[in-house]
């Protein structure tokens, strides 16, 4: 008998390994009619690994001290072996970590997946969103250029448009009137302690309930478009006659991740900075503000929200309210069809959104 | 009709005349010395040197006239008193002295110079070539066929302005390289320090007006400034060398999704 | 071409990139991780004679490992590495007694140098200097 064997058979009356493997891979189906959108979950993870792993290597070098911060990145990026590397992979990783999620994101809308039975799914997600957000908002802070500061200083006073608490929750976030020492600290220990941890956990539980509940059948080139769930009872969806996970879909998997690799490493060499200006490159100025600060273009679309609106409350309160209507969109949305075009309502919502998303986020670019 | 004849006449010349002034006269702002106000609302000889000076780096620096004529700026009953300091205007071998006060290496150079060495006998003083209070700010333009050949031939300053120019404009081609390179992220603050120290060297080289030696010291800052561009140039080849392997990466990724993609339609 | 050649040729294709991806990687990891040789450069280390109270020692960093230079009383000054020849721990030199000590073992030194009593196997390692005038150089 060969060790291999030997090894398995050992595992296998221990924990079952063959049933594991019958169950969680060959055995386990997905639809046939599945796309290379339903992916992108995949490639999440991807990304989100390869963030963690850039962010502990920077961890190594980096200082979180107001003083020794900006120097000890700009020692990552010129001095240490490949620290240009490492740090272009967070920042470029960063970026395609938000646009991926959006695109996940519009995925789902589209093929009605977030409809009941998945409300807690959604849900799940939305929270990994918002999570995200925040990542990304406390991350740039860090590198403490001028772009940092600034960035960081408009992002936090525009919590001191809620009526009351307002003053009192910027001066929270920040840890003094002003962005300073302070802010780097909680920011740092919410971006390399508290968030990513939040983040596992929202995605254990985003895979658990995707697992459990069963994945959905993309709705095109089916005759019946309808979400056939009956509400009586529990029931895991399955796809008798479907493709099994392994090695099927995990090879479709891999080439997903493989595609995205290739546009990852194509802005990595050849366009880095795309989303590093100038004045990410100058250490931050307390008593200098650059001119035409704005913040990233994820944030660009609530950053011209807020300048539209005279009155800085209403501006967050619309955003609020757009940002709860999404959220509650599976209790909202009650309708059994699932096939996009025969949604016109959803449509035109869902059309007109994103198009207004991004005329606001062109509009704040130029503006 | 009626109304037109209401409004006095000389009231309606007042009105003109005041506007002819005030559109004529140099604008005077609040914050303005004794000695503007005054002259500038004096005509002839008193007002000349107001506009000229307003449009001059000087005023942009904030050095007014008191910096080099001496006097009070803020009381006008004694702004123009010896006692409060007021030297009035120059005579011509006392020039050096008054510009020298703040330009004190420059003042050193150029009378260790031909010109500085022919002051009072037809040689050149600051205000010959710089303008007494239309003072702008140092180009090497001023190095010309016009300026210089009012009081010799243009041959040697021709060389000098040729050293320079090369000078010149190489200093500005790297500067500008250099801010490139920081917006990619490169730490160049070692190098900027050495180029601004070249910069220093070169900008004190000309009052000296000795062309052997500008040539000559101009020929050591070209070496110096090389030797900037070949560290420069390391890092374009360096930052190259990456985009080629980047350029296999992506083509790796791309070949690895194929070999993927093809390995899936085995199984199906 | 067959199935299964077709896919036992996509697996080794994909498994010799796969190897040389893992290098890609794991390569610049090695060097990003490596301690650099520059950051504790050698550099010689000066004092001026003047600093150094006779009967006293003074401990410097040089090539990232502790040493000591002891000017004991009315005798030679002596410069060596301060790391305990027995498991590492830096001497600690005693003016009372002119010798030094080792606080984990209780090992003792003489201002020479030289093993007193204790595990240390071996004396202390000396480290060259030179005296110029005042200063004093070491390295």
């Known amino acids: 008998m060969s060790l291999f064997r030997k090894i398995h058979d050992w595992l296998n009356v221990r924990l079952g390994v063959d049933d594991l493997v019958e169950k969680q891979l060959t055995g386990y189906l997905l639809p046939a009619n599945i796309n290379r959108w339903y992916s992108l979950g995949s490639v999440l993870l991807f990304i989100f690994t390869l963030q963690v792993i850039s962010g502990v290597l920077l961890l190594v070098y980096y200082v979180p001290d107001a003083d020794k911060a900006f120097s000890s990145v700009t020692a990552i990026m010129n001095t240490v072996p490949y620290g240009w590397l490492i740090r272009l992979c967070h920042v470029v990783g960063s970026n395609m970590m938000v646009l991926v999620l959006i695109l996940h994101m519009l995925s789902v809308l589209f093929m009605g997946s977030y409809k009941r039975p998945r409300e807690l799914n959604w849900l799940s997600g939305f929270v990994i969103l918002t999570l995200v957000m925040a990542i990304s908002l406390t991350g740039y802070l860090l590198p403490w250029s001028q772009l940092s500061f600034w960035a960081t200083t408009v992002a936090t006073n525009s919590a001191g448009a809620i009526p009351f608490v307002g003053s009192y929750l910027v001066e929270f976030l920040r840890g003094g009137t002003l962005v300073g020492p302070y802010t780097l600290g909680r920011f740092f220990a919410l971006h390399v302690a508290v968030i990513p941890i939040g983040i596992v956990a929202m995605i254990g539980l985003h895979l658990f309930l995707l697992e459990r509940i069963g994945v959905s059948a993309p709705p095109f080139g089916l005759p019946d478009t309808k979400n056939p769930w009956k509400g009586d009872r529990f029931r895991h969806e399955d796809h008798p006659g479907g493709i099994p996970f392994f090695p099927n879909y995990l090879l479709s998997d891999l080439t997903s991740v493989a595609i995205y690799l290739a546009f990852f490493l194509l802005i990595l060499f050849f366009a880095p900075n795309m989303f590093l200006p100038k004045d990410a490159f100058i250490p931050a100025n307390p008593f200098q503000t650059p001119a035409h600060i704005k913040p990233e273009w994820y944030f660009l679309p609530n950053y011209q929200t807020l300048k539209i609106f005279p009155n800085e409350f209403i501006g967050l309160m619309v955003q609020g309210v757009g940002i709860t209507f999404l959220a509650l969109l599976p209790f909202i949305d009650r309708g059994r069809e699932q096939h996009p075009l025969k949604r016109p309502l959803f449509m035109v919502c869902a059309v007109g959104g994103i198009l207004l998303w991004i005329g606001l986020m062109i509009w704040g670019h130029y503006s | ?268 | 071409m067959e199935s299964s050649s077709r896919r036992k040729f996509l697996v080794t294709c994909l498994g010799a990139m796969g190897v040389t991806g893992l290098g890609a990687v794991l390569y610049p990891l090695f060097r990003y991780l490596s301690p650099s040789k520059d950051a504790e450069a050698r550099q010689k280390v000066t004092f001026q004679l003047s600093e150094l109270a006779e009967g006293g020692a003074h401990y410097f960093q040089m090539d990232g490992k502790a040493g000591v230079l002891v000017r004991p009383k009315g005798g030679t000054i002596a410069v060596f590495s301060a790391v305990c020849t027995h498991l590492g721990c830096i001497v600690q030199w005693q003016k009372a007694q002119d010798q030094f000590i080792c606080p984990c073992h209780g090992g003792q030194f003489s201002a020479q140098g030289a093993v007193l009593g204790g595990p240390p196997p071996k004396p202390l390692e000396k480290l060259p200097f030179v005296v110029n005038g005042t200063t004093i150089t070491i390295g």
């Open chain 2, 1 to 268: 009709m009626k109304r037109l004849h209401n409004i006095s006449f000389s009231r309606l010349i007042g009105v003109v005349i005041t506007f002819l002034l005030v559109s004529v006269a140099p604008t005077l702002a609040e914050g303005d010395t004794v000695c503007i106000q005054c002259h500038g609302s004096q005509t002839g000889r008193g007002l000349a040197p107001v506009k000229p000076w307003q449009g001059s780096i000087h005023a942009a620096n904030g050095i007014s006239c008191n910096h080099c004529h001496g006097g009070d700026p803020t009381d006008s009953s004694n702004a123009m008193s010896p006692q409060r300091g007021f030297l009035g205007a120059p005579k011509e071998l006392a020039i050096p002295d008054v510009c020298g006060r703040c330009h004190i290496g420059i003042k050193a150079d150029y009378l260790r110079s031909a010109h500085g060495r022919a002051l009072g006998k037809g040689g050149p003083t600051c205000v010959t070539c710089h303008g007494s209070h239309e003072v702008q700010k140092v180009s090497i333009e001023l190095i010309n066929e016009k300026n210089c050949s009012r009081c010799h031939s243009y041959d040697r300053a021709r060389i000098i302005r040729g050293a320079m120019q090369q000078t010149e404009a190489t200093l500005v081609a790297l500067s500008q390289r250099l801010e490139e390179f920081k917006g990619r992220g490169v730490d160049t603050a070692g190098l900027e320090k050495r180029l601004f120290a070249q910069r220093n060297s070169y900008h004190s080289l000309f009052h000296e007006v000795n062309p052997a030696k500008i040539t000559a010291e101009s020929a050591k800052i070209a070496a110096e400034l090389n030797l900037i561009k070949g560290s420069l140039d390391k890092i374009d080849a360096e930052h190259h060398q990456r985009k080629v392997i980047g350029a296999f990466a992506v083509g790796a990724a791309l070949l690895g999704a194929l070999l993927l993609n093809l390995l899936r339609r085995t199984y199906s």
